[in-house]
């Protein structure tokens, strides 16, 4: 029997049950693609399936509302897969086991997906019922946005001639998202060269911070120990004659940097100085970030009168130079809406691997200009040391648009609704409506959703009545859309 029968709105839970018992992770979206190519030709809709499994269908506009504008909705099918260590199932093979927890919709032991499963089942909820009253429908469901957007970056616009975009992609009820930033992943290489060298060996380790989300995160002020590192190595060269022998800290761009590991040769000034001065660097930077990051710890161990290969005086001092002064955090706040961020960066990711050196940057920014900016400044300086810098992931960002009828119509519809008005803000992170609307000149969005949290982990809930009431919105909106002449 199905888990979520007694659900409301039964047919958007009937179809996200549906969606759930098929495995559907990023990179392993076919099946779920298909599943949604056969649900339109069972219904006589129009569809259309490309090489990245974006699926694309067409409905007529209800009868009364055929001269409003068309309406694109749109969400992405994949989702991010992951479970706990003693979860039996297999996430390239099976489907969730669903629960029921009060107000809360969780799977046991994995992630849920309801980013942006419960988008997928509002469109077919929507296409499904011959009763909602909407203008001509363009509903996308685009694939692999958990690693990049990449569905959406490929997707052929040129047969989507809708004018107003509404995405349910975002997870706070009551937020309306009305901007985000564009970004690129930057990662700047430099080759080094080394000598054996007769030495101490001293190993730096920077652990315990808080990291984060560098889009949604990155005004929080916390530490990137990629940065704090480069702070210690340098103050630790004006003391002593030491050499690098390899640095490596964080895990993806996007993260904030919270673990960092280094290891040093040290030639001369001997190991008092050396634990000195890096306890030092370190309790003045536990103390400026000690509201940000309580739990930063330091660990240091070292290995006396040893052989090592390290990078030689020029390179390490190169190394250095780029670690102390590439740019990193916040560069400018948005004038236009108080407290966003419009243009950062985050060196996310240090790797030494063999005779390389890499810092890699992911670069945000709400203004194209800004953002190539930043990324003008990042290969300067890297090439100005005889490195090169290559940029990846590239994606648009979203302006914000002063004059919006789609905001203005879903407020209005809030506000009935609620009784209260929405908060409508931007996001200095990435979502599709920004690559949509650079790519339809034009395209009025707006991005929302029902209340979930913890999303992208196994702890991950979606709210019932939230759902709901998010349902009613759209229906809401989509009649208050067919009394618009296109």
């Not at 673990?259 to 008092?272: C, E, F, H, N, P």
């Not at 020029?314 to 400018?332: H, M, Y």
Request: glycine share 8%; aromatic share 6%.
């Amino acid at each position: 029997m199905a888990k979520l029968a007694g659900l409301e709105p039964q047919n958007v839970f009937r179809f996200f049950e549906e969606i759930c018992a098929i495995p559907h992770g990023s990179r392993n979206v076919k099946q779920i693609s298909d599943y949604l190519v056969a649900f339109a030709k069972e219904r006589g809709i129009k569809v259309r399936q490309d090489e990245m499994y974006n699926v694309v269908m067409f409905k007529d506009a209800t009868k009364g509302c055929e001269a409003a504008p068309t309406v694109m909705l749109q969400g992405h099918m994949d989702m991010v897969a992951v479970k706990t260590d003693d979860c039996p199932l297999d996430l390239a093979k099976d489907g969730l086991d669903l629960q029921i927890e009060g107000d809360l919709l969780y799977a046991k032991g994995t992630s849920l997906g309801g980013d942006d499963g419960i988008a997928v089942a509002f469109m077919l909820a929507v296409l499904d019922d011959e009763t909602i009253a909407h203008p001509a429908l363009t509903c996308v469901f685009t694939t692999e946005e958990e690693i990049g957007m990449l569905g959406a970056t490929a997707l052929d616009t040129s047969d989507l001639h809708a004018k107003y975009l509404m995405n349910m992609d975002s997870e706070d009820e009551g937020v309306f998202t009305v901007s985000c930033a564009g970004g690129a992943m930057a990662a700047a290489t430099l080759k080094v060269a080394r000598a054996n060298f007769e030495c101490d060996l001293v190993t730096i380790e920077l652990q315990g911070l808080t990291g984060g989300h560098s889009g949604v995160e990155i005004h929080k002020g916390r530490l990137n120990s990629n940065i704090a590192m480069g702070r210690i190595l340098s103050a630790l060269s004006d003391k002593c004659d030491i050499r690098i022998v390899s640095v490596n800290g964080g895990e993806k761009d996007n993260a904030i940097a919270l673990r960092t590991k280094a290891q040093v040769a040290i030639l001369s000034g001997g190991m008092d100085v050396v634990s000195k001065t890096v306890h030092d660097v370190f309790d003045t930077i536990k103390k400026e970030y000690a509201v940000t990051d309580p739990n930063m710890e330091l660990v240091m161990g070292q290995e006396v009168s040893t052989s090592v290969c390290a990078m030689t005086k020029e390179c390490s001092a190169k190394v250095l130079l780029l670690l102390r002064q590439f740019p990193n955090g916040i560069v400018r706040m948005n004038p236009d809406m108080e407290g966003l961020v419009q243009t950062s960066l985050n060196m996310g990711v240090l790797c030494t691997q063999g005779d390389d050196v890499t810092m890699t940057f992911a670069v945000r920014s709400a203004k194209e200009s800004e953002k190539t900016e930043l990324l003008d400044r990042l290969r300067q300086l890297t090439e100005f040391v005889g490195g090169t810098l290559t940029v990846s992931g590239v994606y648009p960002g979203w302006d914000y648009m002063a004059d919006s009828k789609l905001r203005e119509i879903m407020v209005d519809a809030y506000k009935e609704q609620y009784g209260k008005a929405p908060v409508v803000e931007g996001i200095h992170a990435g979502l599709e409506c920004g690559i949509f609307v650079s790519a339809m000149p034009g395209l009025d969005a707006v991005s929302y959703g029902p209340q979930m949290t913890d999303i992208h982990t196994v702890s991950e809930r979606l709210s019932i009545s939230s759902t709901k009431r998010t349902w009613d919105l759209t229906i809401r909106t989509l009649q208050a859309l067919c009394e618009i002449e296109g």
